[in-house]
Nanobody, 126 residues
Framework: QVQLVESGGGLVQAGGSLRLSCAAS????????MGWFRQAPGKEREFVGA????????YYTGSVKGRFTISRDGAKKTMYLQMDSLKPEDTAVYYC???????????????????WGQGTQVTVSS
């Protein structure tokens, strides 16, 4: 099991930037993928993007592509979500998660992820 702690959320104006961090404790195998999800009030949890821990390659949902960037620091066992050009519709609680499988496919279904952080609130004002 991997324990995850998100940080970096807050209130920002539209067009601004935030960087979220997801610090992991426990063993991170190179075969793992890590993902970012978000959940707005009254809505289902939504896939934002994911990264392959070994290669650092990343995949994004269409609504954030070109605005958000996922990266990781293996030595610190930390994943980041750099969010630029934020929009009010990006307002949500953001969660990080770990997928223990060695899937060659990108997993966008939250039920496929094994470990979750507690979430951090991001609010974008118009």
């Amino acid at each position: 099991q991997v324990q995850l702690v998100e940080s970096g959320g807050g209130l920002v104006q539209a067009g601004g930037s935030l960087r979220l961090s997801c610090a992991a404790s426990g063993r991170i195998f190179s075969s793992y993928s890590m993902g970012w999800f978000r959940q707005a009030p009254g809505k289902e949890r939504e896939f934002v993007g994911a990264i392959k821990w070994s290669s650092g390659s990343a995949y994004y949902t269409g609504s954030v592509k070109g605005r958000f960037t996922i990266s990781r620091d293996g030595a610190k066992k930390t994943m980041y979500l750099q969010m630029d050009s934020l929009k009010p519709e990006d307002t949500a609680v953001y969660y990080c998660a770990v997928d223990h499988s060695d899937s060659v496919y990108w997993r966008t279904d939250p039920t496929r992820y094994d470990d979750w952080g507690q979430g951090t609130q991001v609010t974008v004002s118009s």
